[in-house]
């Protein structure tokens, strides 16, 4: 089975989510300024979430561009991860509307952290099927900023119990985290296509 | 005809399904944990027709891809059954809202059983276009999970008025028979992908 | 400009309008079975409404496919026709809410024949692009079910001022009529490819 | 990396957007033709966003198509598009629902300002990438009416304050700028398409 499918499918689940998050933030019927500001936590847990989902972008596809192959175990990490992706609307407008309390920023963590393990699954899934021919899922599979993005959500999630902004806090760092671009990730992939091109010319 | 065009297209119908019934989970007012719990049965058959549409999806794009050519039947058969999978968000939201009362199961039941109908002329119009000269076609259409899927359904139709929570076991139970792989279609597929390297090489 | 990316964004606008029309369906709060009644209106609407997207999507893919390629008027025609294509959901759910009263199904007569016009003006600006170079573009251009469309419309959108139900009528014959397929265009098409293999061959 | 990835998900996000938009113009329960009334401004500023999302989806095509590689900036650059894009189904609705006063057609103002500066950082990512390799994606780039689109738009919001509909004039003004054909990029296209031709045949 090629990887194709997957990508295509998992790409226009990911798109839908990102954007159907909006209709989150309700439009106030009233034409004031002062009208915005209850919608305010409502867009920052939008950015957030916006943010995360996107990175979710960036890494699902990575990860399945290096893959040559996908089977049925794969097939089904895959659905699960879209699964906890897929909650990321209903925690963003939970969380948002009642302006960061402490379970709405639990449960908000707790969907980040199954995205996580979901995440880390697929991994494994890729590199369990690839086995040592492929080095790159290898390295994609093994790495660091993954688990550390698990690891910060679980202390988040206790940390909102002592207040909900530490939680929050958490939350932004991981995104944030991700910004740096990964300098071995990049230069793997292009190794890779430069073998690419030299098995194909 | 080729089947890149419904391909594309009922894979982006299919895509948007799977995620625009995460709105049906209506975002409580309340931040407390137990406002949550209203949200379960929903959050329940939420999952169940996450899981349901998933596979609806993979033996979807299995046998169009199977296929070799389509026409204006095959075309129609596919819009058809894309209108009953288009229907799982609205059953889902009800059955849900409503904590599995009789009706609501019921309807899902009707839903279901009829996206497997649909399914079922869908593969016969396929068959029915390549004849004898697709064996893989034959093979995936004469699918014995299908039929059963279908039979299942319309039992847990009628045990619904019995209890509605043994027609939705019987519902659970179809999706977790699809969990388990089906080695007979995998290796005809890996058949198929070695005749075509053959042909091109 | 190829016509790739036209269809594409085409595919995906059309895929997401007829799916999210099925969130006009609002989940009823009762459980019985009579709760659904007030529903059935609007479940004969979206049913209308699916057909008809679909038949837009059809054509649509059908004379795009015939194209060589498009410039600005033909791009900008393609946006005009998915701007009255966006517009069925919200007519749907009026026509629905009201169990098809005079003005709603007016106006569902007149999205409908202002997306007709929107196709012929495509088409139009096709066969100005290919002139005479292709007789199937010019074929698909002239075709007679699409006029003939138009016109049914109108006349519904008059004879709802008689009776609401004698304007429906005419809207569920245009959807009929497409039904039956053309066997003209099917055999045109069949030509083009066997020339196309020709020359490649 | 290539570009592929990139296109594919932007223009499910921006077909995404485009789509549910429409979604904002709430079907009224009565079926008066009075009862429409309401909703025409809320259609108004629909046919803008609509417009406005139509063109920002054909030039991020045109530059993105023009690209020949991306990296870690330019993808970020264009999630940040994304992202403001992704606020005009919330600003439509606010100024409709509130028919054009001061505090929405100001804010709509601000969301076209920041996606305008958005894209020209996009742009500007590019040709730092480029460099002087590609004379397409620096003359898009420089492209004057994105600059003067950004003009018009802080103008808008100013004048918005005199009177709304000074605000929402400027902003139909750049809408109406964009219809007009732009004969010098669509040379460069062909011109480069012929030399691609050149370089495979």
Redesign the interface.
């Known amino acids: 089975?090629g990887t194709g499918?997957l990508e295509?499918?998992s790409?226009?689940?990911?798109?839908?989510?990102?954007?159907?998050m909006?209709?989150?933030?309700k439009?106030?019927?009233?034409?004031?300024?002062v009208s915005?500001l209850p919608i305010l936590p409502v867009f920052i847990s939008y950015?957030l979430s916006?943010?995360n989902v996107?990175i979710y972008?960036?890494n699902h596809?990575h990860i399945i561009?290096a893959a040559e192959t996908i089977n049925?175990p794969v097939?089904?990490a895959n659905?699960h991860l879209?699964?906890w992706i897929?909650?990321f609307?209903?925690v963003t407008?939970?969380m948002g509307?009642?302006h960061f309390?402490?379970?709405?920023v639990v449960?908000y963590g707790v969907v980040s952290f199954m995205a996580g393990v979901a995440y880390y699954i697929l991994a494994k899934c890729l590199i369990k099927l690839h086995g040592k021919r492929s080095t790159l899922v290898a390295a994609l599979g093994r790495d660091k900023k993954g688990k550390i993005s698990v690891i910060i959500y679980a202390s988040g999630i206790l940390l909102s119990f002592v207040h909900p902004w530490l939680g929050l806090a958490m939350y932004f760092a991981v995104a944030t985290m991700w910004?740096i671009?990964d300098p071995r990730i990049?230069s793997k992939?292009v190794e890779k296509e430069a073998i690419q091109k030299q098995e194909n010319g």
Chains 1, 2, 3, 4 share one sequence.
């Open positions: 089975m499918r295509a499918f790409d226009g689940v990911i798109a839908i989510i990102i954007t159907i909006v209709l989150e933030m439009v106030p019927h009233s034409d004031s300024l915005l950015v916006f943010v996107a972008w960036n596809h561009q049925a097939m089904w659905i879209l699964f897929s909650l609307p209903f407008g939970w509307e009642n309390a402490t379970w709405p449960l910004f671009p990049e992939l």
